[in-house]
């Protein structure tokens, strides 16, 4: 791949990426030229999808780094080493995130902050200390995935919705205050896609009909779309794009 969308040698760091929409995206990235770290909790799942890329990738441009995005400790610790261990990060890929269903009135405290920690706080601890390294260069780039509940909202999903939608403008500030450094910040937002974690949704019969049914595209997304629009945020065909949220939702957001 050349010009425009060519990633050739840039080092890319996918958090949440062992499985799901961060595997597909880390693995676009590399087909796009990218060296590509991946980033869990679980080590064996971790270093199973990481051998699985290397295979088509090969063994010096896939790297794993087992770390938790909610623990400021690791987060640093890990983020130095990588730069010094593998290289420069380019590309941040704040993905790391976990769903919770359950109503307002009786999600407990500790569910609540479980999900604002991991889909929310993650990506200010990644990325605060990415853009350490990348401000110092003056350039980079820093994708925050979002979600259609970033501008939606649904029963018995209020702490993703509200993690979802402080991404947003999380976004926004990173941009306010690292946009003059070089850095470009933006936001991927997924309609729904069908994955492990929304399995038990696509297999509900009504559901299933009232997602084909409001998504004007007529059918659930796949972890493949969403891998064009992120090269695009990581490539240089985005050097001018600061701040914005991309939806890839089959026009879900689109329409009453």
């Keep these: 791949m050349t010009g425009l969308f060519d990633l050739t040698g840039r080092l890319a760091v996918v958090t949440g990426s062992s499985r799901g929409i961060g595997l597909a995206i880390a693995a ?17 799942r971790l270093e199973h999808t990481c051998d699985g890329l290397r295979e088509k990738f090969g063994t010096d441009a896939v790297y794993a780094a087992r ?12 983020i130095d080493d990588i730069e010094q261990r593998i290289g420069p990060i380019e590309v941040l890929v704040n993905n790391a995130g976990l769903q919770h269903r359950e109503p307002l009135l009786e999600v407990s405290l500790a569910n609540w902050q479980r999900v604002i920690d991991v889909d929310l706080t993650s990506a200010f601890l990644v990325g605060r ?16 995935i979002c979600s259609v509940q970033t501008d939606l909202a649904r029963p018995s999903i209020a702490a993703y919705t509200a993690a979802k939608g402080g991404l947003r403008n999380l976004t926004r500030a990173m941009t306010a205050e690292w946009a003059g450094g070089g850095l470009q910040i933006n936001g991927l937002a997924p309609g729904y896609i069908h994955t492990e974690m929304t399995q038990a949704l ?10 084909l049914g409001r998504t004007p595209a ?12 992120a090269i695009f945020l990581a490539s240089p065909a985005s050097a001018y794009v600061n701040g914005q949220v991309l939806f890839v939702d089959g026009g879900m957001t689109a329409v009453v």
């Design 28 to 44: 676009g990235l590399a087909e796009a030229g990218a060296r590509v770290v991946l980033n869990g909790v679980d080590g064996p």
């Design 218 to 229: 007529g059918r659930w997304g796949t972890v493949d779309d969403l891998v064009g629009p």
């Design 129 to 144: 200390e990415v853009a350490r390294h990348q401000l110092a260069r003056g350039s980079g780039k820093i994708i925050n």
């Design 67 to 78: 770390f938790d995005v909610t623990d400021p400790d690791e987060v640093s610790s890990a």
């Design 202 to 211: 696509v297999d509900d019969t009504s559901f299933n009909n009232w997602i």
